[in-house]
């Protein structure tokens, strides 16, 4: 996985706050029909910490964490979710610093096609969820396509997917892959 500088993090939670907020409300919608109550939730890849401040506004019930490899970025995040209870950590998805079954949703947004050892990081997203627990990863619809849904299919079984369509973008550029443990 990538790890943005300071400067590269600055600017990407820019560009997050004006180009992806429609999506971030999209995944926040979706993760709230498919949570219960006091679901525990991991954003791997959190970045700025976007996704996780939506999510906290929509259900505050909600148990939130979230994990990114580069320091810089869970350093804007905690700035940006101050004001409410959400646990961030530097981590690796290859590494989750979760105990076994102990995460009900998993999601990760525009961070999948990053990861380097995309095996080990769905071993771990396995390993953490707890029976019945689900995970919903939107990338790039050309980011790794096939090694994705392969390496997700491998561990879990059937993959759900679905097309994503950005409001400002005319064509759906993200797929939504959705797995349950």
Same mark, same amino acid.
């Given at each position: ?8 993090s600055l600017g ?5 706050t004006?180009?992806?907020?429609g999506l ?6 979706d ?6 109550d ?5 954003d791997l890849?959190?970045?700025?910490g976007?996704l ?16 990114? #490899? +580069?320091? $810089?970025?869970?350093?804007i995040?905690r700035? !940006? =979710? &101050? /004001?409410?209870?959400?646990e @961030?950590?530097?981590a ?8 076994d ?5 998993a999601v990760s947004? #525009? +961070?999948? $096609? ?6 080990? !990081? =769905? &071993? /771990?997203?396995?390993?953490? @969820? ?15 396509t ?16 679905e ?17 349950s443990?």
């Open positions: 996985m990538t790890t943005f500088g300071y400067e590269q990407y939670d820019r560009r997050a004006r180009l992806l907020t971030y409300r999209r995944i926040a919608a993760i709230d029909t498919r949570t219960a006091s679901a525990t939730v991991v890849g959190t970045g700025p976007k996780l401040s939506h999510l906290a506004a929509r259900r505050p019930d909600l148990r939130l964490h979230g994990i990114d #490899l +580069s320091p $810089h970025m869970i350093e995040a700035r !940006a =979710v &101050a /004001e409410q209870t959400i @961030l950590a530097v690796d998805v290859a590494e989750l610093p979760h105990p079954n102990s995460i009900d949703f947004s #525009l +961070s999948m $096609h990053e990861w380097p050892d995309l095996p080990g !990081a =769905v &071993a /771990e997203l396995r390993r953490t @969820l707890r029976p019945g627990g689900a995970a919903g990863i939107y990338d790039f619809r050309f980011a790794r096939r090694d994705i849904r392969s390496a997700l299919g491998a561990v879990f079984g059937p993959v759900d997917t097309t994503v369509r950005l409001p400002w973008h005319p064509v759906a550029v993200i797929t939504c892959y959705r797995v443990a």
